[in-house]
């Protein structure tokens, strides 16, 4: 039977604990797993029975959120991780090889730029960086050597919203996998995969959990792309000598990535999830659509505020009939924008700057996604190690605040943002 989201966003991958019959999914505070006898570890290592070995690779908490999430999501398995930078490390690990790229949108959370742009070069890997709203710029960027298409479906910090469908006709017809970073979206207003995602990332630590309480990451597998259609992608095709010659495809099928994101990426990479951080993930992920709901229609309401303001210069909420991406909430994100956006200001830097420290109920910290309003000066933190040019591509200019609008009452966020406004343009 096929539940609706509201339903499989309290049950899925879960059941009451078979030794107590615990109704909430308890915490296995364990390291390692009695096996049975030595035939039992013999087939457990050689991946032909699938159980628990060491909370390194598996544990029973965080098996509960990756199912939870790959059965939102739509996709075949999930494997959880340590953050959503570990999620894009471990989505490429077994794609890239010293020499590849990854094709990837300007607008992209900063640390992702960061981390594209400089941190993967170590490994040899190289990020190609292009408008994803100039679809011929993004078909040619794609070469022989490329092995990804990465962007995200609700763009952070501005809120822009990604053609995934005429992304992903690029990246088939290429012959490449599309990830898609659903962070800011969430499973809730948005489906990547239907829109033709081959995987999809999270950052955990935002909405999914929604209450800044832990950091986590997850990669969902479509199990739809096909590795094994050219020598593209040896680690899932051939034979992998990380694993005594497994070939992942032809054994496990539509779940070979996931396979392979445990057993190589997470035995090797070591980027883990604990079960306390599923715990507290698992709890938030409970009241995701009812979460979601609220940050959408504050967000509308307060974007709808921000715009007619005469301190303020333009607000980037794709909710907004101004937005030039309007047009795409209604076919990639049908429940709503999201609850993120910038604000410029006519005052520049500097009342952007009185605007962050003026704010009562609005928060100043490095997140997004809390059931808490949250503000950032995003060219002076998030995106400070991008230059100049980069931080006005990802749409986090000097005289631009990204806001996460929380869950609170709409008309107490709007008198905050109209005393701070009155005090930043004093
Ligand atoms: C926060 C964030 C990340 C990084 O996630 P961490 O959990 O902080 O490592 C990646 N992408 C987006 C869109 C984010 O908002």
Known sequence: MAY?????????????????????????????????DADHAAALFNLQEVGYIYSRLTN????????????LEGGQ??????????????????????????????????????QFSQTIR?????????????????????????RAVFCEAIANPGGYIT???????????????????NTSATPYLCRPIEHGATLVVHSTTKYLTGNG????????????????????????????????GLKFH?????????????????????????????????????????????????????AGWLERHPAVDYVTYAGLESSPYHNRVERICPKGAGGLFTVALKGGYDACVKLVDSLEIFSHVANLGDTRSLVIHSASTTHRQLSPEQQEAAGAGPNVVRISIGIEDADDLIADLEQALDKANA
């Open 163 to 181: 053609d995934l469908d005429a992304i992903s006709t690029i990246s088939d017809r290429a012959g490449i996998p599309l990830i898609v970073d």
């Open 122 to 146: 170590r490994f040899g890997w190289e990020a190609k960086f292009v408008d994803f709203d100039d679809t011929d710029a993004v078909e040619a960027a794609i070469d022989e050597n490329t």
């Open 4 to 36: 609706a989201f509201d339903t499989l966003q309290i049950h899925a991958g879960a059941a009451p604990d078979p030794a107590t019959g615990a109704r909430q999914t308890p915490i296995y505070q364990t390291t390692a797993y009695v096996f049975r």
């Open 250 to 302: 032809e054994t496990f099928g539509s779940l070979a990535f996931t396979f392979h994101g445990i057993a190589i990426g997470l035995r090797d990479l070591g980027m883990t999830m604990n079960p306390q951080a599923a715990h507290y993930t698992l709890m938030g992920i409970e009241t995701l659509s009812l979460r979601m709901q609220r940050h959408v229609e504050n967000a509308e309401k307060i």
């Open 60 to 71: 029973p908490t965080v098996a509960v959120l990756a199912e939870r999430i790959a059965t």
């Open 213 to 244: 309480t832990v950091t986590g990451g997850c990669i969902v597998d479509s199990g739809k792309f096909d590795w094994s259609a050219s020598d593209k992608f040896p680690s899932l095709s051939e034979p992998e000598p990380a694993y005594h």
């Open 77 to 114: 398995g999930a494997v959880c991780c340590s953050s959503g930078h570990a999620a894009q490390i471990m989505a490429l690990f077994p794609l890239m090889q010293p020499g590849c790229n990854v094709v990837a949108s300007t607008r992209l959370y900063g640390g992702t730029v960061t």
